[in-house]
């Protein structure tokens, strides 16, 4: 198991995300009313970037085929995805926004 930093929590606007590039991974960290949740930023339907998707409520809707997924759970709220999106155990270390893996 391994903790890995993302960011600083000043680097994500409440209501809105942001992509991190690191250790292999690419992500996008969520701030919702102050919380964090991490997913995998490339859509499990294909090749749109889930932060650069709309932010609706808890879900995201993935800009490229217009389906969503739940940021808390990762499940599919709307089609056509099918696949649930990965999602990431979040840590923090102080301001900074950390996953487990
Ligand atoms: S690539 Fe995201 S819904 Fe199709």
Redesign the pocket.
Known sequence: MSIIPLCKTSEVDEGSAIKVDTEGLSLAVFNLNGAYYVLDDV?S????SLSEGYIKGDTIE?D????SFSIITGEVVEP??LIPQKTYKVVMDGETVCIET
């Open positions: 859509c339907h294909g090749p749109g993935c490229f085929h217009n389906g056509p995805c």
